[in-house]
């Protein structure tokens, strides 16, 4: 288990862009992390997920083309680029973490490590 910190959220306007970071408290080789968003009523929906292991990576539709996942391993730092933003992309972000890869990885159940998220708002 890993202790995880979400920062650069903020509000933009629609189109704008935005980079969360996500610091880890130790070593984050051959973890499966993801980026994870939650809208006030509504449930938690995978965003990117990368195993750091060998960068493979997974988007939801909704972000194909607009975000980026990536990783630093010597800062033990997970960052998620956010470009063309939209008003639906509004939403707490919220870093996650496991140790085991083999589950789905936008299924939030498989993430055992969670960071306490921040606040991305796109105004139209």
């Known amino acids: 288990q890993v202790q995880l910190v979400e920062s650069g959220g903020g509000s933009v306007q629609a189109g704008g862009s935005l980079r969360l970071s996500c610091a880890a408290s130790g070593n984050i080789y051959n973890l499966r992390m993801g980026w994870f968003s939650q809208a006030p009523g509504k449930e938690r929906e995978g965003v990117a997920a990368?195993?750091?292991?060998?960068?493979?990576?997974y988007y939801g539709d909704s972000v194909k083309g607009r975000f980026t996942i990536s990783q630093d391993n010597a800062k033990n730092t997970l960052y998620l680029q956010m470009n063309s933003l939209k008003p639906e992309d509004t939403a707490m972000y919220y870093c996650?973490?496991?140790?085991?890869?083999?589950?789905?990885?936008?299924?939030?159940?498989?993430?055992?490590?969670w960071g306490q998220g921040t606040q991305v708002t796109v105004s139209s």
């Open positions: 996650a973490a496991t140790f085991w890869p083999g589950g789905i990885w936008y299924s939030p159940h498989e993430y055992a490590s």
């Open positions: 990368i195993y750091t292991g060998n960068g493979i990576t």
